[in-house]
């Protein structure tokens, strides 16, 4: 039966709608699919900075009283590092603080993170003891260091605060510090190795050997306290901040 010009278009049109779409060609189907993969990966990419943070009892409250506090507060921040997208290098747990240097992508997460860790610890630590303690201030210091050498400086800085405070006789022997893990490898402890220590050797063993050594040096009495009042009064720090001419160490 023939067709008259008004439904002809009609029918042609309906005939289209129920033909299925034509594929997109397999180039374009995989560079639309691969897109979202590809800005994924420039979103892990973002260049992390490196924090020198301290979360002390004068300012913030914070007084690990005990080994039940200290691991309340150590499992709080490593599950707050999984959320806020940080990595931890070195840290140390002390009585009257905790000071931690970690990289994060911007200061903003690393802010964030230091105050969740510390609501979370106070509510734990009021409930324990039957207290009312309240803090304003999330940390007592939190500056971005900035250069290799310095970087390393603030690995031993903060492993041997436990030597300095008087909490520990030598190192390696608390095991609230950092130091077990990044001197003798030990598994499962959720640090990550700074990349201001890739240039010492390409070899994990003699890395390992070289940062037992590298530690075991002490700190200059004067660069030590140069570099902490550099990180509690900066926000930002590099080899420029120090003294001219100031070793870090007398060997």
Known sequence: M????????????CTLLRQPANPLPRRVANSAAARPRRLAAKRRTVPASTYFVEIDNASCRVELFDAACRLFFRARLQE????????????????????????????WPVERLVSQVQQTYLHYFNQRFRRRLRSAQSYSALCCV??????????????????IAG???????????????????????????????????????????????????????LYARCLSEALHTQQHVDALAMPVGLRATNE
């Open 146 to 163: 900035q250069g290799i050498e310095l970087t390393r400086e603030c690995y031993r800085f903060i492993e041997r605060s436990p030597l």
């Open 80 to 107: 707050a590092l999984v959320r806020h997208s940080a990595a931890l290098h070195a840290y140390s747990l002390l009585a009257d603080r905790a000071v931690l240097l970690l990289s994060a992508p911007s200061t």
């Open 2 to 13: 023939a067709l008259d010009p008004i439904h002809e278009p009609l029918l042609k049109k």
């Open 167 to 221: 909490e520990s006789l030598c190192l390696g022997d608390t095991e609230w510090s950092s130091y077990p893990a990044n001197a003798f490898g030990q598994a499962g402890s959720g640090l990550v190795r700074h990349a201001c220590f890739d240039s010492l050797v390409p070899d994990k063993q003699g890395s390992l050997a070289l940062y037992r050594d590298f530690i075991s040096r002490p700190l200059d009495p």
